[in-house]
């Protein structure tokens, strides 16, 4: 049981260029997360999806799309990166019901 | 909109001495409150969680909160700091009747000296 894993752990992007970050869950929790951390502002919200098949923007959402792609995947994309979106993304998930979100250990992401 | 305040960016304790951490909430009704630990390059962990109920709750890693509805607070504490304890801790609310949505405070980061 690996809980909430995350890939890639580290990326750098050059302006302009796309990724997709990718986060799975083995713990059948039907809701997942995606969230910024930056420094000196906590973590923000960025997409989430209640259940598979729907998604909903967060407090952040501007400059990324997002897919849950099945009940365990739900990947976020920058389509053309920016220097402002260098930061720490973590997936998070939640069973439904549930009290608590389960973390992933994070993306660093530097876009120069 | 639910707002969560953590005013020490940074604390600084001896291990073994006893530890503080506060947390303000700004919230229409009691929400759900929580605290999580990040070690360095690591994810979150929960902590702990208040509901309802008493109001003191016991966490993991003998850690407690104190709820007090009356100051909107919910302070992290612990009666002796281990020097493992060293990580950002960070307090969030979530709308009461669901963990959906949880809103994050800013982190206070822990350093434990010898």
């Known amino acids: 049981n690996a809980g909430v894993t995350q890939t890639p752990k580290f990326q750098v992007l050059k302006t302009g260029q796309s990724m997709t970050l990718q986060c799975a869950q083995d713990?059948?929790?039907?809701?997942m997360y995606w969230y910024r951390q930056d420094p000196g502002m906590g973590l923000r919200l960025i997409y989430y999806s209640a259940s598979e098949g729907t998604t909903d923007k967060g407090e952040v959402p501007n400059g990324y799309n997002v897919s849950r792609l099945n009940k365990r995947e739900f990947s976020l994309r920058l389509e053309s990166a920016a220097p402002s979106q260098t930061s720490v993304y973590f997936c998070a998930s939640r069973a439904r019901g549930g009290e608590t979100q389960y973390f992933g250990p994070g993306t660093r992401l530097l876009v120069l | 909109a639910q707002s969560v305040t953590q005013p020490d960016i940074h604390i600084t304790v001896s291990e073994g001495a006893s530890l503080e951490l506060r947390c303000n909430y700004s919230?229409?009704?009691?929400?759900?409150l929580f605290w999580y630990v990040q070690s360095p390059g690591q994810g979150l962990q929960l902590l702990l969680k208040?509901?309802?109920?008493?109001?003191l709750v016991q966490g993991i890693k003998g850690f407690e909160a104190e709820f007090k509805r009356s100051q909107s607070s919910f302070n992290l504490r612990k009666p002796s700091v281990h020097w493992s304890d060293a990580a950002e801790y960070f307090c969030a609310v979530a709308p009461a009747g669901t963990a959906s949505k949880l809103t994050f405070g800013t982190g206070t980061r822990l350093q434990v000296t010898l």
């Open positions: 208040y509901f309802s109920g008493d109001t």
């Open positions: 919230y229409g009704a009691t929400p759900y």
């Open positions: 713990m059948n929790h039907n809701s």
